[in-house]
């Protein structure tokens, strides 16, 4: 499997598709090859967002999926990262 490690490579935008190209009433892309903006590609939800995003835009739902959790922007989180840096 050459290329299984392929969602780590260094990427540029654009190198993937956007999950509904613009233009498709019937056509998505779903999985961890598709684009997912601020997203991590190497988790399940990323592939479970792609599919929502895929189903919500198709079918012209008022629904999207979650938006992706932002943690660094959080100032308890960075709080709570930097005192267990300090621990350490």
Known sequence: MPYITSQFLVRSRGDRPDVVPAGSANLA??????????????TVEYSVRTAQTAVATLLNLDTQPEPVYKGQHNPKTLIDALQTLHRR
């Open 29 to 42: 892309f779903i999985g961890q090859y598709a684009e997912v903006p601020d997203d991590v590609v190497f």
